[in-house]
C-alpha cells in the first residue's frame, strides 16, 4: 500500500467579491470535524494590501482529497462569478510503498469552471530524457 503527500504554493486571483466568497468558503470547509480542518492541510494567507489575491500552500503536505477539494473550490468561485481568467497549479507528489521513496508531480487548469488536468510528470519526465538520450547518441555517431 502506498502511502502519498502532495505539495504546492499558488496564487489565486479574482475580483474582491469572488476572494471573498472563496475565502470563506475555504474557511468553513470541515467546520464541524476539527480533526479534518481545511487548516491542518493548507496555509491560505490574504493579502491586506490586495484583497483580489490569496495564497494557498501546504503545510507538510497534503492529501489527493484536500488538492481536489482546493481545485472544485476554485472551479466553483469561476463558475459562480462568471470568471474567464484561467487559474492553475502545479504540484508534487512524494509517495513511499514501506520500502521506497517515490516523486512524481502532476497540474490541474482550472478555466470557466471546468478543470483539466496533467497527471505524471514522472512519465514526461523519463520520455523526455530518453528521447534527449537518444538524440546525444545519434549526434554522437
Sequence with gaps: MSDSSYEFGTVIKAPRDA??????????LYAEDDEESIDSHFIIERDPDDPTEILV??????SFEALSILEDSVCEMQRKFG???PWHLTYSEISTDGKQWYTNGGAVVC???KATHMLCAE???????DRLLKEQTENNT
Excluded at 19 to 28: G, P, R, S, V
Excluded at 57 to 62: D, R, V
Excluded at 123 to 129: N, P
Design 19 to 28: 476572494m471573498d466568497w472563496l475565502a470563506q468558503k475555504l474557511d468553513d
Design 83 to 85: 470568471l474567464e481568467e
Design 111 to 113: 478555466y470557466k469552471g
Design 57 to 62: 500552500s501546504t503545510l507538510n503536505g497534503c
Design 123 to 129: 512519465r514526461w519526465a523519463s520520455e523526455t530524457t
